[in-house]
């Protein structure tokens, strides 16, 4: 069991939506990863999809709100709708 | 790229996390206590529901019919499931479940104390799931908040599932309680048998529960014990009158003043015995955990051969 591989599970639950991260499980080999996802995560129809990718092969920036990663985004507020001022009888905009 | 930060700064950051009430998630900085009460009390959440396969586990065999069978055996396999959900957050703390497994087995970690006791009749199932699992959402639904974000989010997967295993069970005492005498004589044996546990689930008083203080700090508590048995009291005594079960407590009363039911004193002796592992069924449950686990030491072999005998052929 000890060199059984961490694989992240990722389910999309329904036609239209994004996979999304639903937790982690060990498995040997690809295929039993997905059997074993399938078996724990969508006992009551949850999923339509599942993705399953070995957990060493994600690369991650640091969740730490501090983590200057994303400080470039900050600084550009122009690139949200709500900087540009349209007067109120403007319609469809 | 990471700005080498002090331990002050960490510190007043994941204490400014939590003061937001925001999740604290895998990659942050923790304290070394936060990850070892975390990594602890996931844990033996994650062994209760693994060793909690057994009590009931003990009647797929001899489930009175094929309905109740199949019900049992998808409520064993939640469990089942339920425990590894746990067992993959504490993962994302650092701990190696293969680890955990080997602390279970060897005793070195707890479960709840719950588990310990025999499942004698078939309506001790029907109990569980009214009473056990009752009194498991309402330890569990407040840690949906927990601070911890892999443990809040399992927990939301666990609380939905466990509304079906309460309501089975229910059904199935009010199904018996519409039957024989002699299945009213057996409901109302396993609900004085199993009542007092239930109440013991929630741990120790608050007066004699030292952690208490530091876990509500740290917000991956948000009760004390006492409250939340105090709730599960209040919700239980209605559900009895339904039912028509006497709860074995002659202090059972409702109290205007307090607007809460007044309940009896504990056997705080009893408890201490079953979490120490002196209790009718630790041994077996441990035995039987590790034989199931020494058992499948073939099965985790051939699959890692079959594994790596594939890769081979795939170059």
Redesign the interface.
Known sequence: ????T?YEVFVRGKRGLNHVHV????A??DE?ALHNAR??YT??NEGVSIWVVRAADIT?S????????FAPSGDKVYRHPTFYDIPDNVPHM | MIAALSEEDLERHFEHTLEKDQRIEPRDWVPDGYRKTMIRQIAQHAHSEIIGMQPEGNWITRAPSLRRKAILLAKVQDEAGHGLYLYSATETLGADRTDLTERLITGRQKYSSIFNYPTLTFADVGVIGWLVDGAAICNQVPLCRSSYGPYARAMIRICKEESFHQRQGFELLMTMMKGTAAQRDMVREAVNRWWWPSLMMFGPPDADSPNTAQSMAWKVKRHTNDELRQRFVDMSVPQAEVLGVTLPDPDLRWNADRGHYDFGELDWDEFKQVVSGNGPCNAERVEHRRKAHEDGEWVREAAAVHAARQKERQR
């Open positions: 069991m000890n060199d059984w961490l937790g982690s499980l060990r040997a080999d039993m078996d724990l006992r009551r991650a640091s969740p730490d709100e501090k983590d200057p990663f």
